[in-house]
């Protein structure tokens, strides 16, 4: 009994080691780890400002992952960066580029907890 209450205690240390994002941990490329800690701090420090709304999702396109920082209370436009951390230079919602019309897959990847997906209104 003792070693199935260690093998729960530590799985659990495990899972909650993963809270932050909602893909496994190996799948978000560290320049995104670093954004995500700072959102984290910002929202920890100050949870009155509008980081509390963004989130980070993973898009695929020609194969390949592009991350895009979404924030509804942002005028900013989000622009796709790639694994490496190059930042296409467009942006995501125009629907001239190649990128916004054959883009899929959405995925959340970390979500501040004021943020609401609103793309259905898209």
């Known amino acids: 009994m003792k070693k199935i209450a260690l093998m729960f205690f530590f799985s659990l240390m495990l899972y909650s080691c993963e809270k ?3 893909i496994p941990s190996k799948e ?3 320049w995104l780890k ?3 800690n700072k959102e ?4 920890k420090d100050s949870p009155q400002l509008m980081n509390s709304w963004g989130a980070w999702v993973r898009y695929e396109w020609h194969n390949q992952y592009f991350f895009e920082y979404h924030n509804p209370l942002s005028s900013s436009m989000p622009q796709p960066i790639s694994l490496k951390g ?3 230079q467009i ?3 125009d629907m001239n580029t ?3 019309k054959e883009k899929c897959c ?3 990847v970390w979500q501040g907890p004021d943020y609401n997906d609103l793309s259905w209104m898209e």
């Open 28 to 30: 978000v490329p560290g």
């Open 34 to 36: 670093s954004k995500i």
């Open 98 to 100: 190649d990128y916004a």
């Open 20 to 22: 932050s994002y909602l």
């Open 86 to 88: 190059e930042t296409l």
């Open 40 to 43: 984290e701090q910002i929202i």
């Open 91 to 93: 942006y995501a919602t």
């Open 106 to 108: 959405k995925t959340i």
